[in-house]
C-alpha cells in the first residue's frame, strides 16, 4: 500500500500562484509515476500533469505553460508549481500514484482544495 499525502492548496486570485507538494509513504517502490488531476464541480476529473520516476512529463492542455511539475525521489515527493492562475483552475486537485505496467497498484490522495478568485 502507499499513501499519499498533499498539501498547499488554498485560495489565490487570479494570476496569482501556488505550489502544491505530495508525500508518498509505504510501498514505494511499488510505483513508477506520480501527478496530479483535478476535479471541478459538475466535470469530470482530468490529468493536470503527471511525472515518471525517471522525470519524464506529460501536461493536460489546459495548464501546459503554466504549471510545471517536479519530484525528489529521495524525499518520496511530487510537487506542482501552478503560475498565472485562473479561475477556471479552482478544483479539487488530488495526488495520484501508480505503476503504468501492473494496474493493481494504482493510489490516490485525500484531494485538496484551490480556488482562484476574479
Known amino acids: 500500500q502507499v499513501q499519499l499525502v498533499e498539501s498547499g492548496g488554498g485560495l489565490v486570485q487570479a494570476g496569482g500562484s501556488l505550489r502544491l507538494s505530495c508525500r508518498a509513504s509505504?510501498?514505494?517502490?511499488?510505483?513508477?509515476?506520480m501527478g496530479w488531476y483535478r476535479q471541478a464541480p459538475g466535470n469530470q476529473r482530468e490529468l493536470v500533469a503527471i511525472i515518471s520516476r525517471g522525470g519524464v512529463t506529460n501536461y493536460g492542455d489546459s495548464v501546459k505553460g503554466r504549471f510545471t511539475i517536479s519530484r525528489d525521489n529521495a524525499k518520496n515527493t511530487v510537487y506542482l508549481q501552478m503560475n498565472s492562475l485562473k479561475p477556471e483552475d479552482t478544483a479539487v486537485y488530488y495526488c495520484?500514484?501508480?505503476?503504468?505496467?501492473?494496474?493493481?497498484?494504482?493510489?490516490w490522495g485525500q484531494g485538496i482544495q484551490v480556488t482562484v478568485s476574479s
Open positions: 509505504g510501498d514505494i517502490l511499488s510505483i513508477n509515476d
Open positions: 495520484h500514484a501508480r505503476n503504468p505496467i501492473n494496474t493493481d497498484y494504482e493510489y
